[in-house]
Structure formats: structure tokens, C-alpha cells
């Protein structure tokens, strides 16, 4: 009788030798790498700040192409609208093999009006109505095999430079938008201050944060180890990161880069000596992409989950009469 051979992993190259403690565990990384690959991905990122702030071009610089609303459904003349709307705009985009679906949410209107009270109020019902989408197709009998996710991931919040302190307008949005959605604070046009102004009012920013209580992304309450928590420290020491967007293109010094062209010289956007744009584009895309949609999923969307069920539940003991008069009338 001939003892059977061991033959390779179905796909992988036949080896000489055998290695007879080898199990194949680790292949299940390669398994969800090719899954994940197949199905390609997807990022919801919503840009709030009064009109002007470079929120547009920003999102062209992170993402190299022309993704923001603006530039895609331009119309002659864009006016301030009187009211605060909700425009989306989706693009597919590969890099490498690499699909993802990115959608950037614009505000137009936030806080370009003379009475700017309640303005976060559209924008919180916006983010709730995503989540209410998205439960609705949870709770199907029949499910969609993959539902499609449309709730905020991430929400970046221009603040205007002016080098002094957050205005209550920035405090409020951010006060009550940071319990339902990731925000990223940055300081717009962040080269129309000085390195001396920019270092004060970051300074100022984080205190405004801490004493209004305002916790924004990376969130010191979700930090999940020691490792976790020294990588996320050094960001939050960075926020609000003073950013500087250019889809233009310059010569310096025989490289082809990103920047904005002055008499005193060019703003590298991508220099970290010149603003701190790269610190954002690495935590929102290089980093953390996938640890924002996590605390989206399991935090934000699932405490917003659990108050509705709850809602649900009551609403069903009230109408089977256990704890509603009315319905003891009926």
C-alpha cells in the first residue's frame, strides 16, 4: 500500500519541502484580502464650514481628482442658498487594483446666514436618516446580501482662521454632531497666518474643545490598547491639523508637486513644513479609514440602533395595552 503525499494548498505553488507542522491558519488573511478586493469599499465623507473655506478644493487635493460636488455639478452661478442643503456626489475610483466607492457629502449654506441658529440641525437629520436607512434594511426578513451603506463616516469641520478662539457657532455644530459622527477638525486657508498665530490658535482650539467637552476624532474613549492609544495621542496633540488645499500644479526645484503659487514663493500643500495637510490625508485614507468606519458601525450607528429598537419596544407595549390607557379604551 502507498502512503498518500501531501500535496500543496489548492492555488499555491507545489514546494520540495514539506512542512508537516504547517497548518494553514495564516491563509485566512489572503482568503479576506481577495474578498475584500472583489468587493471593493466604501467611504462617506461629509465637509461642513461656511462658504469660501476651500472645502472643495480640499477634497480634490485628498483625493487627486475632482471629486467635490462643485466641480462635477458646476452651474453658472452658484448662490448662497437661504436654507442649508444636503448634496452628495458618488465616484468610483481604483488605485492599484483597489475599488472604492467615495461619496463626499457638502453642506451649502452652513453658517452663511445672518441668523445661524440651529443650523446643525439639517445636517444631524441627515445623518440620523442615513442611519435610519440602513436599519431599515437590517431589519428586512429579506435581506440584501450586501446593504448598501450610505451613513456619515467621517464628518470635517472647516474652522475659519482667524487666530483667536472657536466661535459658539463652531462650538454648538461640534458639540452636538461629535455624539452621532467622527469629526475632524481643521483650520482652513491655514497659510493666511503666521507659524506663531497657527501654534496659538491650535492651542486655543484644544481648550475650547476640552472645556465645552467636545471629543473629537481619535476619540480617547475608543482607544483599544497601549499601542492604539500612543498613535492616537500624537494626533489628537495635532488637532485641529491647519490645512492648506491646491489642485494646481507647480515646478519647484525640478519636481512636479501640489501648491499654491504667492510672490514670496509656493505653498507646498504636501510639505509638512508648510501646513499639516499630510497628517490629514494620512489619518483619513493611510491610517485610520477603516478604524472610522469601525467606531461608525459599532458605535455611532449601534447606539442610534438600540434607542429606535427601544423606541419600537415601547411604542409595542404601550399599543398591547400593558402600560397606555388609551389603548384599554380602544
Known sequence: MVAPTVGPVYGEKP?????????????ILEQMRRKAMKQGFELNIMVVGQSGLGKSTLMNTLFK????????????????????????????????GVRMKLTVIDTPG??????????WQPIMRFINDQY????????NINRKKRIPDSRVHCCIYFIPPTGHCLRPLDVEFMRRLS??????????????????????????????????????YPQKEFDEDQEDRMINEKIREMIPFAVVGSDQEYQVNGRRLLGRKT?????????????????????????????IKDITSTIHY??????????NNTGAVHTNGLSDHSAHEM
Open 65 to 96: 481628482s475632482k471629486v467635490s460636488r462643485k466641480y462635477v455639478q458646476a452651474t453658472a452661478q452658484e448662490k448662497i442658498p437661504k436654507t442649508i442643503e444636503i448634496k452628495s456626489i458618488s465616484h468610483d475610483i481604483e488605485e492599484k
Open 15 to 27: 514546494s520540495s519541502v514539506v512542512d508537516f507542522s504547517y497548518v494553514g491558519i495564516d491563509a
Open 110 to 119: 452652513f453658517g452663511d446666514q445672518i441668523n445661524n441658529e440651529n443650523c
Open 263 to 291: 510672490k514670496w514663493g509656493t505653498i507646498e500643500v504636501e510639505n509638512i513644513a508648510h501646513c499639516e495637510f499630510a497628517y490629514l490625508r494620512d489619518l483619513l485614507i493611510r491610517t485610520h479609514m477603516q478604524n
Open 302 to 311: 449601534e447606539m442610534y440602533r438600540v434607542r429606535r429598537l427601544n423606541e
Open 179 to 216: 455624539k452621532v459622527v467622527n469629526i475632524v477638525p481643521v483650520i482652513a486657508k491655514a497659510d493666511t497666518l503666521t507659524l506663531e498665530e497657527r501654534d496659538f490658535f491650535k492651542q486655543k482650539i484644544r481648550e475650547d474643545l476640552r472645556a465645552n467637552g467636545i471629543d473629537v
Open 132 to 139: 435610519e436607512a440602513y436599519l431599515q434594511e437590517e431589519i
